[in-house]
């Protein structure tokens, strides 16, 4: 069987990072979710992947090229306009051979192999199969009603704010009568599945482990913490360097060429990538992961956070519940304020408006290449473009 | 729902045989039986009990030959006897059959065949067809012909295996509206309900489909259309999982399987007939004391009858747990309502005995049938809720509770304590019922998921209500406790001041089943209660009915569930407290369908 995996999308939602990659090569727990899509297929045995892209396609073909490194072949179909999902499906038919094929959404995160189970439903069954979770809130997404035999009976494409139900996980066993499907409704794939539920039916096949759907920065965060919840042991390479005496506690993975200064603890599960460098007497916490090539200097706490790679975090800064984007760097004492003075849950000023995240706990987003000087602090929620540069807050 | 399977050829044939329906066991459990030739004559064994019973007393696994059938019963209609045991011979017992399914028009073909002098052993519909089969191969000498002459002649739902003498080496296979798989091996063919059957022997698969035959040979099988009689190409599915994950269909646990059978459930205890029901409100009415018992889950729900009874029909019942029954001094006269899953609970056996020593009337409402219980006691309604395989009981104790709505509602109407007219009014609520069960599952399951998970970690809940809605969070409590291992308590909520409330505190949470609004007096005392929790700092989470503010604003978290009819308000919060305990015991990883310490039927004292 081979895959189709949707990584072309452009979701303006997830600025500030968003502009420089596609959703997929968004790097949670030191991996990319593409990487983590693409092992999960190749564990259920799938190893012909067709992935169709666009937006920021160079960083994928960079990072995955033909797939040899991860055992697949990945083939690359170019979706030339961004006309959605239908459209994305539509191009691939000329790449799978009339035969039932696995459709993934590039943008979903497990914390288990998923493909094992929706393969499963779908070989014990023979039919279309569809995943489908629960997510933390409904209301990004359409929900479906389940009758007792898990077959689909429902689309609500809007639900209302008293109904919260399983919904779409963003990946299906689809038959090749799809593109006849897709082509009578003009590529709107929403119409497709209901049609599929009203004749031929559509089986659900329920995910109770953890997932994900980015579709906000913040849930960047909460996707670094489910895939670390799932670490039990730690992993330290051979080449790093702990120098003196630094202090480990728990899941604490240390990529290669790593030093870590004296007199730093680290609280798992943490995660600190290839070649980065952490000053003496810092505070590393739970659910902390650094990118490659990063550098934390002296005296500095990060909690809860993604450092996307190549990030300097200057002496005596705190960091926590905030994302760092790729070569991003701050001066010295800077201060992510991660909750609000009442403990309200904090709102976000995205370019989409006001958004209320739900979350108590939260810091800054701050985008690519962004340059903070010295001594800053940022607010709850704050979000910094790529880019931008902050220059030193100087008293004199 | 019933189990079958064939095997063609196959080494440790009985054994293999008799493991196929051991893991269809699932479907049914009432009775089973085996037919398989040998020396070219048909050999049957078959009983009633479940598979690991019925093999100590046939030794079915040491049955011998190269080709059989088997199946395990689930009775829906027809009692558990031998004799209604699958397979069924034909007269002549050259043709033995297999059967999954209804034959509709079985009862106008059974007086044919009656009247051209054919005896019948049983009352099925399945051996009218085995006798068909006689019949049309007499005419026609071709088996094939024979086979599909029978098939013409029958309607309904059906998926059918055959075996004959006269062709040692096939089993013939149809598929109506009843599932049929082939699992294919190496030298040797399968066939069954699902793939269960086969899954230990062969991962190669093919599905039929909607009126295809099948003549199953041990290196060859052919597939054809009954419509058309043309040839059928099918692709060979590979199966790769294990056996444990198949059975659940799509579902990680049976507790959520079983959840999302309850409007399926309801709907078959809704179909009961009123004679039945009405059977037992009389036997009320007519004794002079009455008792409503239960063990565990059960227990709780006869006290949550015993309140619809009270409220409904002006009857006030003892609700008594079958362990503690022996407190009750028993005379000639007196009525008890015993209900139990199984049929088998050893309390609950124990205690009915005795009733019946003492000279009392004894009814039962039970899910499987052919079990003790419903055997031993004047009066039974089966509750048809089809096999609860989870340990915790869920679907089974709604229809339960459903069940004795119904009785309730009989017995007002009997004692004319409630008009004709508001009885119709509650017997369109009651058709409804189903629906809003499926609606509940389907807009509300990620409300509680979300509740269920930010409160897993609690390690100390009082589940708390007011008149009937006290039953279900003493009910509710028990399945958190269950399949949690949380501490829950359920008392009624005015209860809590005289003690309990002294070990409120910010960790100890408190779920209120809170009444719709309409149910003034009770709602009020709810809220009360829901107050001195709050305000000494205790974190209280509500099951409470849309539009009610005041009940909201007390609570930190809440369902609010659609507007429904007060008469089943109660079991609708039974089911969403079944969710909650669901998806809390999921995020703690514990095992669900098989708690510690537990197991589902408790047959010793």
Not at chain 1, 303 to 315: A, H, M, S, T, W
Not at chain 2, 371 to 387: E, F, K, L, Y
């Amino acid at each position: 069987m081979k895959a189709v995996i949707l990584a072309a999308n452009r979701s303006t939602r997830l600025s500030p990072f968003i502009e420089t990659r596609c959703k997929p090569m968004i790097r949670i727990a030191g991996q990319y979710i593409l990487d983590n899509t693409i092992r999960f297929l190749k564990a259920a045995g799938i190893h012909d992947i067709v992935l169709v892209v666009n937006h920021q396609q160079e960083l994928v073909r960079d990072v995955f090229g033909s797939g040899q490194e991860l055992g697949v072949n990945i083939e690359y179909v170019v979706q030339d306009e961004l006309l959605g999902i239908g459209h994305a499906l539509s191009i691939c038919q000329s790449s799978l051979e009339k035969k039932p094929f696995l459709l993934v959404y590039g943008d979903v995160l497990t914390d288990n192999n998923p493909f094992l189970s929706i393969l499963q439903t779908y070989t014990e069954l023979d039919k279309e199969v569809a995943m489908v979770a629960l997510p933390d809130s409904s209301k990004e997404f359409g929900n479906v009603y389940l009758d007792h035999e898990m077959k689909i009976s429902r689309l609500v494409e809007k639900p209302s704010d008293d109904q919260a139900n399983y919904v779409f996980a963003g990946m299906f066993v689809l038959f090749p009568k799809i593109f006849e499907l897709l082509e009578k409704n003009n590529n709107d794939i929403s119409r497709c599945y209901e049609q599929m539920i009203e004749t031929s039916g559509l089986q659900a096949c329920l995910w109770e482990k953890g997932w994900i759907d980015m579709i906000h920065p913040w849930h960047i965060l909460v996707a670094n913490r489910m895939l670390m919840s799932s670490w039990e042991t730690a992993e330290i390479d051979n080449s790093a360097e702990l120098r003196g005496h630094v202090h480990l506690e728990g899941a604490v993975w240390i990529g290669p060429n790593v030093t870590v200064e004296s007199g730093t603890v680290l609280k798992g599960p943490c995660y600190i990538g290839a070649d980065s460098y952490i000053g003496n007497n810092s505070l590393i916490r739970n659910y902390s992961a650094i990118g490659p090539n990063s550098i934390v200097g002296y005296g500095s706490e990060l909690k809860n956070c993604v450092l996307f790679g190549r990030n300097d975090v200057g002496r005596l800064s705190f960091v926590g519940d905030s994302v760092l984007g790729e070569n991003a760097s701050t001066g010295p004492g800077l201060t992510t304020v991660n909750h609000t003075i009442d403990f309200s849950p904090v709102i976000c000023q995205t370019g989409q408006g006001t958004v209320e995240t739900g979350l108590v706990k939260l810091g800054a987003f701050v985008g690519d290449s962004v340059i903070i000087g010295a001594r800053h602090v940022l607010g709850p929620g704050a979000i910094l473009n790529s880019g931008s540069t902050f220059p030193d807050s100087v008293t004199l | 729902m019933c189990g079958i399977s064939g095997i063609v050829h196959s080494e440790n044939f009985g054994r293999n045989l008799l493991n196929s329906i051991r893991n269809l066991e699932y479907r049914g459990y009432d009775s089973c039986g085996v037919a398989v030739i040998q020396n070219g004559k048909i050999d049957l064994r078959k009983n009633i009990g479940g598979i690991d019973d019925v093999n100590l007393k046939e030794r079915l696994d040491q049955m011998q030959g190269k080709i059989g059938i088997a199946h395990t019963r689930w009775a829906t209609h027809g009692s558990v006897t031998q004799e209604n045991a699958h397979p069924h011979l034909s007269a002549n017992r050259k043709f033995a059959v297999v059967h999954n399914g209804i034959i509709s028009n079985y009862q106008q073909l059974r007086e044919r065949l009656l009247s051209e002098g054919v005896c019948f052993e049983s009352l099925t519909d399945t051996e009218v067809f085995v006798n068909l089969l006689e019949k049309s191969f007499a005419e026609s000498n071709d088996l094939e012909q024979a086979f599909l002459t029978a098939l013409q002649q029958i309607e309904g739902s059906f998926s059918i295996v055959m075996l004959s003498s006269h062709d040692p080496e096939h089993l013939y296979c149809v598929k109506k509206e009843s599932p049929l798989l082939l699992g294919l091996g190496e030298g040797c063919n399968y066939v069954g309900s699902d793939i269960n059957a086969f899954l230990e022997y062969t991962r190669k698969a093919v599905v039929l489909d909607e009126g295809e035959y099948v003549i199953l040979g041990p290196n060859d099988y052919q597939i054809r259309s009954l419509k058309t009689g043309k040839k059928v190409n099918k692709s060979v599915l590979q199966i790769d999982w294990d056996l444990e994950t198949s059975k659940k269909g799509g579902y990680s646990h049976y507790m959520l399987k079983e959840i999302f059978d309850e409007p399926q459930t309801v709907r078959q205890a809704m179909q009961i007939p009123k004679e039945q029901i009405s059977a037992i409100a009389e036997m009320f009415d007519g004794s002079s004391r009455s008792y409503l018992m239960g063990v565990g889950t059960t227990y709780y729900v006869a006290c949550i009858s015993q309140y619809y009874i009270s409220t409904i029909a002006d009857r006030y019942y003892s609700a008594l747990s079958s362990d503690e029954f022996s407190v009750v001094d028993i005379h000639k006269g007196d009525m008890v309502l015993a209900i139990s899953q199984s049929g088998e609970t050893y309390d609950t056996k124990t205690a009915l005995v005795n009733a019946k020593d003492c000279g009392a009337q004894t009814a039962a409402i039970v899910n499987v049938m052919g079990s003790t219980i419903s055997m031993m006691v004047d009066h039974v309604i089966m509750q048809g809720s089809g096999p609860e395989i989870c340990v915790v009981s869920t679907k089974a104790a709604l229809a339960q509770t459903f069940i004795m709505v119904r009785v309730a509602l009989e017995l007002g109407l009997i004692r004319g304590r409630i008009t004709k007219k508001v009885y119709q009014k509650y017997q369109r609520d009651l058709e409804e019922f189903p629906e809003i069960v499926e609606k509940i599952l389907n807009e509300q399951s990620g409300f509680v998921r979300n509740i269920a998970r930010d409160t897993s970690h609690v390690e100390h809940w009082l589940f708390l209500g007011c008149g009937v809605y006290y039953p279900v969070a003493m009910e509710s409590a028990l399945k958190m406790k269950e399949v949690t291992y949380q501490h829950a308590e359920g008392m009624p909520a005015g209860f809590l001041k005289h003690g309990t409330l002294s070990m409120v505190e910010s960790a100890v949470h408190s779920l209120f089943f809170v009444p719709p609004p309409e149910q003034k007096e009770l709602h009020e005392r709810t809220l009360i209660a829901m107050e001195q929790v709050k305000s000494r700092g205790g974190t209280v989470i509500a099951l409470i009915f849309q539009g009610d503010d005041r009940a909201q604003g007390l609570a930190s978290q809440s369902v609010k569930i659609p507007p429904v009819s007060t008469l089943f308000a109660p079991l609708i919060q039974m089911i969403i407290a079944q969710m909650f305990a669901y998806y809390a015991a999921l995020d703690l990883g514990r095992n669900i369908d098989k708690p510690r310490n537990l197991a589902k039927s408790v047959t010793v004292g």
